[in-house]
């Protein structure tokens, strides 16, 4: 079982700030790494799928990088509507399973 | 626009199987291009993968919970449903149903508004 780490848990950062948001994964994912934004009382929002590409109608300003065991999720410059809780996911191919990183939730400095 | 919609009983009691459907509309259930999910999210906390399935009806299961889970698909009516059983307070959750988008089939692009089933005697 794959497993998937999260750093910081809580990151506190100013609007117009960059944010970098760390996942680890116990073992190579090679790039099947997703990250995914919740705010609130809503369903996860598809950021960033392939670790890098940028899903339809996000924001210039999110990117990710990384590929096998270690990903991250920039944030240029923070608006307000970024503040929210961020999870990563990894899919294994076969068997084909998913899992979610624990989150790591940004809020407003 | 594909929309998922998920519905079923928001309380169920413990020991008992908590049964829980997703309508699909703006799109067809039964197109052999996607497989469809079930995660869920106990209240404050992170999100868990339960399973999902194929077109062809295959399904995949999470380790943790195969044992008590079985998930169907109904074409007939553009739905795909999930049981679980023998539920205790710990499979209390914001259930939600998804597929994922069109152009990336290993992440969660198309999600439902989600359901809180709460499991209390």
């Known amino acids: 079982e794959i497993v998937m780490t999260q750093s910081p848990a809580t990151l506190s950062v100013s609007p117009g700030e960059r944010a970098t948001l760390s996942c680890r994964a116990s073992?190579?994912?090679?790039?099947?790494l997703a990250w995914y934004q919740q705010k609130p009382g809503q369903a996860p929002r598809l950021l960033i799928y392939?670790?890098?590409t940028r899903a339809t109608g996000i924001p210039a300003r999110f990117s990710g990088s990384g590929s096998g065991t270690e990903f991250t999720l920039t944030i240029s410059s923070l608006q307000s509507e970024d503040f929210a809780v961020y999870y990563c996911?990894?899919?294994?191919?076969?068997?084909?399973?998913?899992?979610f990183g624990p989150g790591t939730k940004v809020d407003i400095k | 626009q594909l929309q998922l919609q998920e519905s079923g009983p928001g309380l169920v009691k413990p020991s008992e199987t908590l049964s829980l459907t997703c309508t699909v509309s703006?799109?067809?259930?039964?197109?052999?291009?996607?497989?469809w999910g079930w995660i869920r999210q106990p209240p404050g906390k992170g999100l868990e993968w339960i399973g999902s399935?194929?077109?062809?009806?295959?399904?995949y299961y999470n380790p943790s919970l195969k044992s008590r889970v079985t998930i169907s698909v109904d074409t007939s009516k553009n739905q795909f449903s999930l049981k679980l059983s023998s539920v205790t307070a710990a499979d209390t959750a914001v259930y939600y149903c998804?597929?994922?988008?069109?152009?990336?089939?290993?992440?969660?692009?198309?999600w439902g508004q989600g359901t809180l089933v709460t499991v209390s005697s």
């Open positions: 998804a597929r994922p988008s069109e152009v990336d089939s290993s992440s969660w692009g198309n």
């Open positions: 703006g799109g067809s259930i039964s197109s052999s291009s996607y497989y």
């Open positions: 399935i194929y077109y062809s009806g295959s399904t």
């Open positions: 073992q190579s994912v090679s790039s099947n």
């Open positions: 392939g670790a890098s």
């Open positions: 996911q990894q899919y294994n191919n076969w068997p084909p399973e998913f899992t």
